[in-house]
C-alpha cells in the first residue's frame, strides 16, 4: 500500500512513528502535500496547533493532533515505535521519557489532554542518535523521570528538555544530577508568573553551585500582563539568564495574543535590542 503523510504544523513526532510502523508492515511510506493527497491509497496528516490552517484532504487521510482533538491517541503499539527520524533527515533524535504533568497551570493543554505524571518510555526505545531532544513537560517530577537522567548521564548522551524543567522541583541533589549531564542546549526553566522568582532565583543559584553548564540558562517568560512581565525579564537579566518571552494565547476560547504583548516579546527576543534599548523607549 502507498501511503501519504502530511505535516501541517511543522516537524511531527507522530508522524515520524507512524512512518516506522507502516514501513514495518511492508507499506510504502512518503511525505506529501495536500494537493497530491489522492495519489496515494491511505494518509494521515497531523495538525499541532489550533491556529494553523486546516487544509482540505480526501476522506482517506486520517488528521490527528492536539490541533484537532485532545482524546485522539496512536495506537500503543505505534506510539512505542522508534520513530523514523530519516523522514525529516534528522540527525537528532526525539521522544518523550514521562507524559502529563503534576500542576494544573490555566493557558495549559497538558493537564486537560495527558492527566498527571506518568512514565512513558525507556530513553532506548528511541534514543538512536548522541542527541536527544525531549519533549517531557515534568520530567523532574516522575521518579521514572528522575532514573532516565541518571540513564543519560551514564550513557554520555548530550540532551535537551525544550519544554523546561521544573524550578520548583529542583532541590540540591536534583541540580548535582543535572550537572551531571551533557547539555545539547542550556538548561530551560520557566519563570510564567510573579510566584515563580524565588524559585528560579534558588534553582539558578544551586545549577551553577553545582557547576551545570552551560552557566548562562534559558528561561520562558509568560507574557500577559506587561508591567508584571517587565519585572520578571529584569529580574532574570540581573541574574545573568536569558529570557524568552512568549505571548499569552488561550487555545481553548481562540484569543490571540495582543499587538503589546507581541512587541514585548520581540523587544526580550531580539537580544541586540533587549542589551541595547530600554523597555520605555522600544515602547514608545
Given at each position: 500500500?502507498r ?10 513526532l507522530a508522524?515520524?512513528?507512524l ?6 508492515q ?7 502535500t495536500p494537493?497530491k ?10 495538525k499541532?496547533?489550533?491556529?494553523t490552517?486546516?487544509?482540505?484532504l ?9 490541533g ?14 522508534c520513530?523514523?527520524?530519516?523522514l ?26 495527558e492527566?498527571g ?13 548522541r542527541?536527544?531532544v ?6 523532574l ?15 554520555g548522551?548530550?540532551v ?5 524543567l521544573?524550578?520548583r522541583?529542583i532541590?540540591?541533589a536534583t541540580a ?7 547539555w545539547?542546549?542550556?538548561i ?8 515563580m522568582i524565588?524559585y ?27 508591567p508584571?512581565a517587565l ?16 505571548p499569552y494565547r488561550d487555545?481553548?476560547?481562540g484569543?490571540e ?12 527576543n531580539?537580544?541586540a ?7 520605555e523607549?522600544?515602547?514608545?
Amino acid at each position: 500500500m502507498r501511503i501519504g503523510l502530511i505535516d501541517i504544523d511543522g516537524h511531527n513526532l507522530a508522524l515520524m512513528k507512524l512512518s516506522a510502523y507502516c514501513k514495518a508492515q511492508g507499506h510504502s511510506v512518503e511525505m506529501t502535500t495536500p494537493d497530491k493527497a489522492n495519489d496515494y491509497d491511505r494518509g494521515f496528516a497531523s495538525k499541532v496547533f489550533s491556529f494553523t490552517p486546516m487544509p482540505e484532504l480526501p476522506s482517506h487521510f486520517e488528521v490527528g493532533g492536539s490541533g484537532i482533538s485532545l482524546d485522539k491517541k496512536l495506537m500503543e503499539e505505534i506510539e512505542h515505535c522508534c520513530p523514523d527520524y530519516a523522514l525529516y533527515n534528522l540527525n537528532y533524535s526525539l521522544g518523550f521519557l514521562t507524559r502529563g504533568c503534576i500542576r494544573k497551570c490555566p493557558w495549559c493543554l497538558v493537564p486537560e489532554k495527558e492527566g498527571g505524571i506518568t512514565a512513558h518510555a525507556d530513553i532506548a526505545e528511541f534514543a538512536r542518535h548522541r542527541d536527544v531532544v525531549l519533549m517531557d513537560n515534568n520530567v523532574l517530577a516522575s521518579e521514572h523521570g528522575i532514573r532516565q537522567i541518571e540513564k543519560i548521564a551514564w550513557l554520555g548522551l548530550r540532551v535537551d528538555f525544550n519544554q523546561g524543567l521544573d524550578a520548583r522541583l529542583i532541590d540540591n541533589a536534583t541540580a548535582k544530577l543535572l550537572a551531571k549531564v551533557k547539555w545539547l542546549k542550556p538548561i530551560r526553566l520557566a519563570c510564567d508568573n510573579h510566584a515563580m522568582i524565588p524559585y528560579v532565583q534558588k534553582a539558578v543559584e544551586l545549577l551553577r553551585w553545582h557547576n551545570a553548564t552551560p552557566r548562562r540558562y534559558f528561561v520562558y517568560v509568560l507574557v500577559k500582563d506587561i508591567p508584571d512581565a517587565l519585572e520578571r525579564v529584569r529580574f532574570l537579566k540581573g541574574l545573568d539568564v536569558d529570557p524568552f518571552a512568549q505571548p499569552y494565547r488561550d487555545f481553548k476560547n481562540g484569543i490571540e495574543p495582543t499587538k503589546q504583548q507581541r512587541k514585548f516579546a520581540t523587544w526580550v527576543n531580539h537580544k541586540a535590542i533587549f542589551k541595547s534599548v530600554l523597555w520605555e523607549d522600544y515602547e514608545a
